[in-house]
């Protein structure tokens, strides 16, 4: 957040309310020489820095003087926005007793709501859905809520999404959904919950990749067991390629060993042609692989 200000009032103002200086803010505000709803070169307001720095006093302080609780920064930002972001509840609460609406949204489609997903505030996304944030709610890339909190592992609010009708397979506009997003971010208990709530496990982004493949090549194990506990298949891109030859190629042994295990094919080639032991130089790779195929687990 930017502090530029245009007066030395204003500069007191601004450095008050960041601070948290209550009797500051009363006596600047109350000689009648600066305006409540002072905006430095960005449009941000003596109100949106107190709701962003948590200051209660003086963010109560600066409504009762008649500041504007909706006016927005450049980016589209307002003072619920800020307080949903840092996670001060009861700030949020107070600016919803005055007026505070859930409609606006930042230039690049950011609400309030997904603002305290993506930062895991349960107890203000609790309050924001109460108060009617929409829960499908997308940023212009197509990211709901919910694909913010898998993004980051945010368990509580996913459940809490969830039961307030967020749509498990809701995908952003290049096809990624919130279970390949958990997937390949290693969120293990997140990929647990969404496919108990009926997330897709198989289905695929526009470059053709699953939250399997994805998480084979990334190494995360606990999340390769959870997707197989759903379902033992392995699964098949549409360029050939399985979970084993993620794996692989991430050169990930631990990850070669599960999928072995769950009756991956060492000799299955992709559409090239290449079987997953011509995707990587790792040495004890090959030497599982080689064993496998040896010993007829093909």
């Not at 072995?260 to 079987?275: F, H, I, R």
Request: glycine share 10%.
């Amino acid at each position: 957040m930017s502090f530029k200000k245009e007066t030395p009032l204003a500069n007191a103002v601004f450095w008050a309310a960041r601070k948290g200086n209550l009797a500051l803010l009363q006596l600047l505000l109350n000689s009648g020489r600066v305006d409540v709803d002072c905006k430095d070169s960005c449009g941000t307001t003596a109100l949106m820095v107190a709701s962003y720095s948590g200051h209660y006093d003086c963010t109560r302080e600066l409504i009762m003087q008649g500041a504007d609780i909706n006016l927005q920064r450049e980016t589209g930002a307002t003072a619920l926005f800020y307080a949903s972001q840092q996670g001060h509840n009861d700030i949020v609460k107070l600016l919803f007793e005055f007026g505070a609406s859930t409609e606006f949204q930042t230039k690049d489609g950011g609400s309030a709501l997904s603002a305290a997903c993506q930062h895991g505030h349960a107890k203000v996304v609790e309050t924001l859905l109460k108060n009617g944030a929409n829960v499908h709610d997308q940023l212009h890339d197509g990211a709901t809520p919910l694909f913010l909190a898998a993004q980051e592992g945010h368990v509580s609010i996913i459940r809490h999404l969830l039961s307030v009708g967020a749509k498990v397979n809701q995908a952003r506009e290049d096809g990624t959904a919130p279970l390949w997003m958990a997937a390949q971010m290693g969120h293990s208990e997140v990929v647990k919950v969404l496919l108990l709530r009926g997330a897709e496990r198989d289905a695929d982004r526009k470059d053709g990749s699953t939250a399997l493949f994805k998480a084979a090549y990334k190494g995360h194990n606990n999340v390769i067991e959870e997707l197989l506990k759903f379902s033992p298949s392995l699964g098949m891109l549409k360029n050939g390629y399985t979970a084993l030859h993620g794996a692989v190629m991430g050169g990930n042994l631990r990850s070669v060993v599960l999928l072995l295990g769950a009756n991956a094919d060492p000799t299955l080639p992709n559409k090239n042609n290449e079987l997953p032991g011509d995707l990587t130089q790792n040495e004890r790779i090959l030497r599982v692989l080689r064993t496998q195929t040896e010993t007829g687990k093909s």
